[in-house]
């Protein structure tokens, strides 16, 4: 059974910086793309950055901030978060690629991923 758990959200500053883990079991971890996704309050869910044995991808907002990297080793996935922004408050959630090949076009649409975590909540504010 497939399990994702995010973990290292929490209240910081504008400025500052969290790193975003996410657990995985019940699968071949290096067999498939993994991406985060954020819900901001009353919005849906919004596709943020993925990963895979091609490369990393980012949605314009967060790129040269946001940074993505797994551990294949662990099986874990995380999401660097440089210069926080109070638009980066939201619930992060880890998901699973369902296919195993992936595309730089696919990778963005969260209708692709299969398995969701419960999120992680970060909050920006002073």
């Known amino acids: 059974q497939v399990h994702l758990v995010e973990s290292g959200g929490g209240l910081a500053q504008p400025g500052g910086s969290l790193r975003l883990s996410c657990a995985t079991s019940?699968?071949?971890?290096?067999?498939?793309?993994m991406g985060w996704a954020r819900q901001r309050p009353g919005k849906g869910l919004e596709w943020v950055s993925s990963?895979?044995?091609?490369?990393?991808y980012y949605t314009d907002s967060v790129k040269g901030r946001f940074t993505i990297s797994r551990d294949i080793a662990r099986s874990t996935l995380y999401l660097q978060i440089n210069n926080l922004k109070p638009e980066d408050t939201a619930l992060y959630l880890c998901?699973?690629?369902?296919?195993?090949?992936?595309?730089?076009?696919?990778?963005?649409?969260?209708?692709?991923?299969?398995?969701w975590g419960q999120g992680t909540q970060v909050t920006v504010s002073s």
């Open positions: 990963i895979d044995n091609s490369g990393t």
């Open positions: 019940g699968f071949t971890f290096s067999n498939y793309a």
């Open positions: 998901g699973k690629f369902a296919k195993r090949g992936s595309d730089a076009v696919s990778l963005k649409s969260t209708n692709e991923y299969d398995y």
